[in-house]
Nanobody, 124 residues
Framework: QVQLEESGGGLVQAGGSLRLSCAASGRTVSNDAMGWFRQTPGKEREFLAGISFSGVSTYYEDSVKGRFTISRDNAKNTVYLQMDSLKAEDTAVYYC?????????????????WGQGTQVTVSS
């Protein structure tokens, strides 16, 4: 059983940067594709970025492409989301997720395990 713990959220001004981390425990996730999602009240969870098991392949939702970068360090069992040029509309709870497949998925129902989330607030 895998547990995910996100960290690195907080309050930042528009135009600023944050780096989220997602540390996995319980077993290695080096054979799992991982993803980042976010959610605001009253809205569905939104896919942001995904990374294949090896880290060679990545995929981004259009609204964050060029601003966010997903990466992973399998030796540390950790996935990251570097967020630059943040906007007020990026304010949300950010979730890390994993799936027992090597390839990237963009739908929340395709992920098998989730973290508890970390709040990101961008002030304008």
């Amino acid at each position: 059983q895998v547990q995910l713990e996100e960290s690195g959220g907080g309050l930042v001004q528009a135009g600023g940067s944050l780096r989220l981390s997602c540390a996995a425990s319980g077993r290695t996730v080096s054979n799992d594709a991982m993803g980042w999602f976010r959610q605001t009240p009253g809205k569905e969870r939104e896919f942001l970025a995904g990374i294949s098991f090896s880290g060679v392949s990545t995929y981004y939702e259009d609204s964050v492409k060029g601003r966010f970068t997903i990466s992973r360090d399998n030796a540390k069992n950790t996935v990251y989301l570097q967020m630059d040029s943040l906007k007020a509309e990026d304010t949300a709870v950010y979730y890390c997720a994993g799936r027992g497949w090597k390839s990237i998925a963009t739908k929340s129902e395709e992920y098998d395990y989730w973290g508890q989330g970390t709040q990101v607030t961008v002030s304008s």
